[in-house]
């Protein structure tokens, strides 16, 4: 079992910054995925970043590419969302997600919500205009 306890969120204006923190027990993390989704109301949960915790490689949606950034400190079992220029269309509760089996089998199988076992209660993002 791995628990996900996701910090960090708030309100900001366009143009601002956040740092989203997710910090994991109850078990390592090696050879898992973890990942950021966002769910704006009305419309379903998306993709936004991931990584592979043992290999350090990162992925990202197009529409946060050069903006956001993943990463994620082994001693301290916590990945970080760094978030730049924030635009309202960002907007959303972010959740946090880990599973051991996203990066094998099918390529791109960490973009799936559906694909991940655990997941964090989320914490919510606003941007003002």
């Known amino acids: 079992q791995v628990q996900l306890v996701e910090s960090g969120g708030g309100l900001v204006q366009a143009g601002g910054s956040l740092r989203l923190s997710c910090a994991a027990s109850?078990?390592?993390?090696?050879?898992?995925?973890m990942a950021w989704f966002r769910q704006a109301p009305g419309k379903e949960r998306e993709f936004v970043a991931a990584?592979?915790?043992?290999?350090?490689?990162?992925y990202y949606q197009d529409s946060v590419k050069g903006r956001f950034t993943i990463s994620r400190d082994n001693a301290k079992n916590t990945v970080y969302l760094q978030m730049n220029s924030l635009e309202p269309e960002d907007t959303a509760v972010y959740y946090c997600?880990?599973?051991?089996?996203?990066?094998?089998?099918?390529?791109?199988?960490?973009?799936?919500?559906?694909?991940?076992?655990?997941w964090g209660l989320g914490t919510q993002v606003t941007v003002s205009s």
């Open positions: 109850g078990r390592t993390l090696t050879n898992y995925g």
């Open positions: 997600s880990a599973d051991g089996r996203v990066f094998r089998g099918v390529a791109g199988n960490y973009r799936l919500p559906q694909k991940y076992n655990y």
């Open positions: 990584i592979n915790w043992s290999l350090g490689t990162t």
